[in-house]
């Protein structure tokens, strides 16, 4: 347990050191699986729940079975993992940008009711600074301020069918809007590594792939030589 800590904070180190060069120098990377692997990695520490969910259900007292059943993700507060899938590239880089402003104002309001509040916000302002560039990167755009990094739009913002009657209602609603956080991360997570998978085989199975690989499998017929009457040279 104590090696997989330390292996999960060396890792959590490394992508905040890398988050802060992208936010300090607004540059985008040119490089597709390059890029591609910094979002499946930033999705991979954010869908986390000891970045977030864990602290706050220990610093606000919700360790029972009980109050762990009351502890979910309520519908609509995050795209479903079918949307997801289907969504088109851009659409599906846009659908994030959209959600992490959502991220960002519930991060805010719970500055109060978590340890490290700046971290999680920085690790989601990294993400969507790498969302921009990935976008830019797939529309080809020759803008030189299409490389300028953007803060996540602003989203839809989350309102209860009614406001919390108490401060107790309030805290469970937190904790299953964290634990739906954590959860549309790992279905980012799992959408972009299948982009990879997508490029990989579309790579092994191109058409021209297969032509050259005919060409060299195919061998010509030996020459039929026919054979000549007798008393004939042979043609």
């Given at each position: 347990m104590r090696a997989q800590r330390m292996q999960r904070t060396l890792l959590s180190l490394v992508l905040?050191?890398?988050?802060?060069?992208?936010?300090?120098?607004?540059?985008?990377?040119?490089?597709y699986h390059e890029l591609l692997l910094q979002l499946q990695r930033q999705a991979d520490l954010m869908q986390d729940p000891s970045t977030l969910l864990d602290p706050y259900i220990r610093l606000q007292g919700l360790h029972s079975p009980v109050l762990q059943e009351h502890c979910r993700e309520r519908?609509?507060?995050?795209?479903s993992e079918d949307a997801l899938w289907r969504l088109s590239r851009q659409d599906f880089l846009q659908t994030l940008n959209t959600t992490l402003g959502l991220i960002l104002r519930m991060l805010s309001a719970l500055q109060q009711d978590l340890p490290e509040p700046t971290n999680a916000e920085m690790?989601?302002?990294g993400f969507g600074n790498n969302i921009h560039c990935m976008a830019q990167l797939l529309s080809g755009s020759s803008d030189p301020k299409a490389a300028e990094p953007t803060?996540?739009?602003?989203?839809?913002?989350?309102?209860?069918?009614t406001p919390p009657s108490?401060?107790?209602?309030?805290?469970?609603?937190?904790?299953?809007?964290l634990r739906g956080y954590h959860r549309f991360m790992r279905t980012a997570g799992q959408v972009l590594r299948g982009w990879g998978e997508r490029q990989g085989r579309?790579?092994?199975?191109?058409p021209c792939r297969a032509l050259k690989r005919g060409a060299r499998r195919t061998r010509p017929f030996p020459e039929v030589r026919r054979l000549a009457p007798r008393g004939q040279p042979p043609r």
């Open positions: 905040r050191l890398l988050l802060l060069c992208t936010v300090a120098t607004g540059k985008c990377s040119g490089k519908p609509g507060d995050f795209p690790n989601v302002r803060q996540p739009g602003p989203g839809p913002t989350p309102l209860p069918p108490s401060t107790f209602q309030r805290k469970l609603r937190n904790c299953g809007f579309s790579r092994r199975h191109s």
